[in-house]
Nanobody
Framework: QTQLEESGGDSVQVGGSLRLSCAASGYSVISNCRGWFRQAPGKNNEGVARISGSRTYYAASVKGRFTISQDNAKNTVYLQMNNLQPEDTAMYYC?????????????WGQGTQVTVSS
């Protein structure tokens, strides 16, 4: 059974940086596409970034501040988040996607909390 485990969330000040990690374990490869979405209280889920090979997608709200990357040897996807703002506060989940242009995820993990304070 394939599982995804997110880590790296923390509480930071405005303008700070964090790097989230999404490690995959198990014997099945669900998809070559993986990405991040976030869930904030009272807001709809927002697809933040997705990666499949050399193709990437970023939400307009994070473009230029967040970078998604992957280390195939470690079977891990990363989300480098710079210049964090209070509106980035959310639970961040990693999941599989069918394509970088498809805003839906499966097999997400438990999530990791990011809190940005001013």
């Amino acid at each position: 059974q394939t599982q995804l485990e997110e880590s790296g969330g923390d509480s930071v000040q405005v303008g700070g940086s964090l790097r989230l990690s999404c490690a995959a374990s198990g014997y099945s490869v669900i998809s070559n596409c993986r990405g991040w979405f976030r869930q904030a209280p009272g807001k709809n889920n927002e697809g933040v970034a997705r990666i499949s090979g050399s193709r990437t997608y970023y939400a307009a709200s994070v473009k230029g501040r967040f970078t998604i990357s992957q280390d195939n040897a470690k079977n891990t996807v990363y989300l480098q988040m710079n210049n964090l703002q209070p509106e980035d506060t959310a639970m961040y989940y990693c999941g599989y996607c069918s394509d970088v242009n498809a805003d839906s995820f499966s097999h997400w993990g438990q999530g990791t909390q990011v809190t940005v304070s001013s």
